[in-house]
């Protein structure tokens, strides 16, 4: 028998996955990361299927919902962020987004 709890969880499940995926195509589009949709449907799908297994068996551990849940969005974090910084080399001496300028910390500190 099917109980209003799981019926509510179910309805919002759905709609925070649905949400989810939103919010990625969205930033995607917004940021041009190739393939939007792709992103999108993996992210539902990580979220959705966290979901279905937290319905089916009571057995499941949270823990290891959490990481199936959590693995669609992280991966598309990571797929953002090559993106947004590309294939050019890590510089050693450098912030990634610190001021262009030639002045360092110290000729900044000398000026006070």
Known sequence: MVTLQAVAVAVLGFVVALGCAGAVYRDATALEVPRPRFWAGFVFLAVGSGLALYLAPPDVPIPGLLVIVLAGPALYLFERDDAQHGDEPADPHALPNAPES?????????DE
Not at 102 to 110: K, L, Y
């Open 102 to 110: 030639g002045e360092s910390a110290r000729d900044h500190r000398s």
